[in-house]
């Protein structure tokens, strides 16, 4: 096997970076892969227009910290449409937790309004903050979730984690521009 100059090591190893950058591409292109924050959340699972994401190396669904949940709803077309299912949402939260906050972006010329819900919601084994952004994207509506938990006796902290990460998370997730196509949602697989 003939050596490597430098110069041939910086060639191959650009050339493996590139593509690699194309797997992580690809699966953006094909809903697989999102990225929010910095960090790259993997598709766990996917059934009736709601689809999960959680970073790597939290698998199991049972006990993850940090979820990315899209909810389709293609049945809402208009800014009258979603501020009703805004209202739906903030109703289910206020049955299984506290509302910490909600806001709307006017609508303009270029877009519809967008909403937003901020909860802490609470069961016996974690409290979860959940921020809920409501928005026509692809001609229908999406709800999109970060949801961070804490579980157990850690549950209790979960309130300095909002106090300290909440605004930058809900500035983030309200500029977010990288949610799946509605045609790379629809390509996922589906759980049974």
Request: net charge positive; with cysteine; aromatic share 10%.
């Amino acid at each position: 096997m003939p050596k490597l100059k430098p110069t041939d090591r910086y060639i191959v190893s650009s050339f493996l970076l590139l593509a690699l950058s194309s797997c992580f591409a690809a699966d953006e292109k094909t809903g697989e892969l999102v990225s929010f924050r910095g960090v790259d959340y993997v598709h766990r699972w996917s059934k009736n227009g709601q689809n999960e994401f959680t970073p790597k190396g939290q698998d199991d669904l049972n006990k993850w910290q940090d979820m990315i949940t899209i909810n389709v709803h293609e049945g809402v077309t208009n800014g009258d449409q979603l501020a009703g299912l805004a209202n739906r949402v903030l109703g289910k939260y206020q049955s299984v937790g506290k509302i910490l906050r909600t806001d709307s972006k006017p609508r303009t010329s270029h877009r519809e309004a967008e909403h937003l819900a901020v909860a802490l919601l609470r069961t016996a084994t974690f409290f979860e903050a959940a921020f809920a952004r409501f928005i026509l994207f692809d001609g229908v509506g999406y709800v999109v979730v970060y949801s961070h938990r804490a579980y157990d006796k850690n549950a209790a902290r979960i309130g300095e984690w909002v106090q300290t990460n909440g605004p930058s998370v809900e500035t983030s997730l309200m500029r977010w521009n990288g949610m799946p196509s509605l045609a790379a949602l629809r390509r996922l697989p589906q759980s049974n």
